[in-house]
């Protein structure tokens, strides 16, 4: 009988601003405990520890890491995506590099690429792509990045191809970035989950929950959809996004319309979120880039009835269970929110496909997936650590 070796100490990137906090979180919190065998080596008990970069978390998002009993670090550099070139991206990947050091990491799942190269490559290093500037252009603006912004497509470019695997989240976006950086190093469709949302009373409202300033987000349609909807709509979210070069391809967030005929709700803690996903009969989704959609899937959990944009990701997600819409319609839009109030058995009945969906995607699915990934990283690197022995 195999008995434990020392703990795998297991780092993995985050930060505090979107949904990398919650898949982050969610995966250590679900990693935290479990073994991993590599070949005929004993397993080992994984111990991860997050370690964020940007905006600092919360004091919401604090609690929620020590109540899932997850180690957190910081570092007070910026994200890729707010740095102004290439020497400010070094500075933070040189931060990240000496944390993982001090941290003693056995492996790194790093869920910003452009910092993957400035670790060492004697480092077991997994890139996890969340989005990119590259495919965020190509699907919200229909063309290139700029050439000022060129910088980070290549730093892109270089941290997926020095990954000794690449994660997505969906074999629609694994498609969408394979036809910009060309093949990528054991490239793995791994599903985001979602802890259930336990339903609750359902309220007359369509939810959404996305952030306002990001035009990928499509969230200015909703507002003129809901203007004569017979369900009010409410959005959850921030509606001014930090400061940044505009790398992330949303700007700064500062300018731009306003909500006016939704009920703006501003940003929720992550519990708050969830009892108002409990409540609404419908959630909506008009995002015109979606590598995953997270609060998709925690909506669908509680029983929602989808709205969702027809894009390739929502349709490989929930195609027959939800009602695809043109997100660029805000009248088609209406028509599908009015179309489901006033057809109570089509609302019922689209909340139960949903649910249904949403319980494929589960936690220990998706450790169960990270972790032989994560086997068969260790594997290559322990081979080829014995094949540089004389």
């Given at each position: 009988m195999r008995t434990l070796s020392p703990p795998l100490n297991l780092v993995i990137t985050t930060d505090a601003v979107g949904g990398v906090w919650r898949y982050a979180l969610d995966l250590a919190g679900t990693l935290k405990g479990r073994a991993l065998a590599v070949a005929d080596d004993a397993p080992q008990v994984v111990e991860p520890l997050l370690i964020g970069l940007g905006p600092r978390p919360s004091e919401a998002q604090r609690d929620e890491a020590y109540e899932a009993g997850v180690a957190l670090d910081w570092i007070d550099?910026?994200?890729?995506?707010?740095?102004?070139?290439?020497?400010?991206?070094?500075?933070?990947?040189?931060?990240?590099?000496?944390?993982?050091?001090?941290?003693?990491?056995?492996?790194?799942?790093?869920?910003?690429?452009?910092?993957?190269?400035?670790?060492?490559?004697?480092?077991?290093?997994?890139?996890?792509?969340?989005?990119?500037?590259?495919?965020?252009?190509?699907?919200?603006?229909?063309?290139?990045?700029?050439?000022?912004?060129?910088?980070?497509?290549?730093?892109?470019a270089r941290g997926l191809a020095a990954a000794d695997a690449v994660i997505s989240p969906s074999h629609a976006f694994a498609a969408a970035m394979t036809a910009i950086y060309g093949a990528l190093p054991d490239l793995a469709v791994v599903p985001n989950a979602a802890v259930p949302v336990m339903a609750g009373r359902k309220r007359q409202v369509a939810l959404a929950a996305a952030r306002w300033w990001d035009p990928a987000k499509n969230l200015t349609v909703l507002d003129a959809a809901a203007e004569g909807a017979l369900w009010p709509v409410e959005i959850a979210g921030p509606l001014e996004g930090p400061g940044s070069s505009g790398s992330g391809g949303a700007g700064s967030g500062g300018a731009g319309p306003r909500p006016v005929h939704v009920t703006h709700l501003g940003s929720l803690p992550n519990r708050a979120l969830r009892a108002r996903m409990a409540e609404a009969a419908?959630?909506?989704?008009?995002?015109?880039?979606?590598?995953?959609?997270?609060?998709?899937?925690?909506?669908?959990?509680?029983?929602?009835?989808?709205?969702?944009?027809?894009?390739?990701?929502?349709?490989?997600?929930?195609?027959?269970?939800?009602?695809?819409?043109?997100?660029?319609?805000?009248?088609?839009?209406?028509?599908?929110?009015?179309?489901?109030?006033?057809?109570?058995?089509?609302?019922?009945?689209?909340?139960?496909?949903?649910?249904?969906?949403?319980?494929?995607?589960?936690?220990?699915?998706?450790?169960?997936?990270?972790?032989?990934?994560?086997?068969?990283?260790?594997?290559?690197?322990?081979?080829d650590r014995g094949d540089a022995v004389p």
């Open positions: 550099r910026p994200l890729d995506w707010q740095v102004e070139g290439p020497e400010a991206l070094s500075e933070s990947g040189r931060a990240l590099a000496a944390a993982v050091t001090a941290a003693g990491a056995d492996l790194v799942q790093v869920n910003n690429p452009p910092l993957l190269p400035f670790l060492s490559p004697h480092l077991p290093r997994i890139a996890a792509a969340h989005s990119c500037l590259s495919t965020w252009w190509q699907a919200v603006r229909g063309e290139t990045p700029p050439l000022n912004l060129a910088w980070h497509g290549a730093a892109t419908i959630f909506v989704s008009l995002a015109l880039y979606e590598p995953f959609g997270l609060s998709v899937l925690e909506a669908a959990g509680a029983g929602a009835a989808l709205v969702l944009s027809d894009i390739p990701t929502h349709r490989e997600l929930w195609d027959d269970c939800a009602c695809f819409v043109d997100p660029h319609d805000p009248h088609a839009v209406r028509d599908a929110l009015d179309g489901l109030v006033r057809d109570p058995a089509a609302l019922g009945r689209m909340g139960l496909l949903a649910t249904t969906r949403a319980a494929t995607f589960s936690h220990a699915r998706q450790a169960d997936a990270m972790l032989a990934v994560y086997a068969r990283v260790l594997a290559r690197h322990t081979a």
